[in-house]
């Protein structure tokens, strides 16, 4: 198999985990370790594929991104599945585009925040929206914003 068809199926396997993710997320607002583990394989995998020291650089920044994360996640500002499959997710692309990847999730989850802040405090709702999301109490489901930012940059990486 062609190493660039090996690539896309790859990555078409994290997007498909992390849809499923995301979807567990919005429904319980819990992402399943066993799915971050499946996208630390999957971009494992994929940095190995880079050869060199990829992989190793890949680690220490996820790991580096994993305590970022954690810390916010221990004052709440962010949840801890989320802080897993965020840093899970830096694995998914090479080291250089790590920056990119990172500001792809977090304008999504401004976008996500947005659009939940709108369907909340308007009248005229497109669509019905559970108590779980009205509830200025409840957090957003992230791995929704993690699926889009992580998409988006798989989309236009070179």
């Known amino acids: 198999m062609a190493p ?3 690539v896309l199926l790859l990555q078409g396997g994290a997007v498909a985990i992390l849809g499923i993710a ?3 997320d919005v429904k319980v607002r819990i992402i399943p370790n066993r799915l971050v583990i499946c996208i630390c394989v999957i971009g494992s995998l994929l940095r ?3 050869g060199g020291w990829s992989v190793l650089l890949s680690m ?3 790991m ?3 305590l970022a994360l954690v810390a916010l996640a221990k004052r709440s500002h962010i949840g801890g599945g989320d802080a897993k499959m965020i840093a899970a997710s830096v694995l998914l692309v090479p080291p250089a585009q790590v920056p990119a ?3 792809a999730i977090a304008c999504a989850g401004g976008g996500l925040a947005a659009i939940f802040w709108f369907s909340a405090h308007v009248g005229q709702r497109a669509a019905p929206v559970p108590a779980a999301i009205a ?3 409840a957090g957003l489901p992230y791995g929704v914003a993690i699926l889009a930012g992580v998409a988006f940059t798989l989309m236009v990486q070179p």
Do not use: G, R, Y
């Open 4 to 6: 660039q068809l090996v």
């Open 48 to 50: 190995l594929l880079d």
């Open 101 to 103: 990847l990172l500001v």
């Open 135 to 137: 509830d200025d109490t």
């Open 64 to 66: 580096v991104v994993l």
């Open 22 to 24: 995301a979807a567990t």
């Open 60 to 62: 220490v920044i996820a």
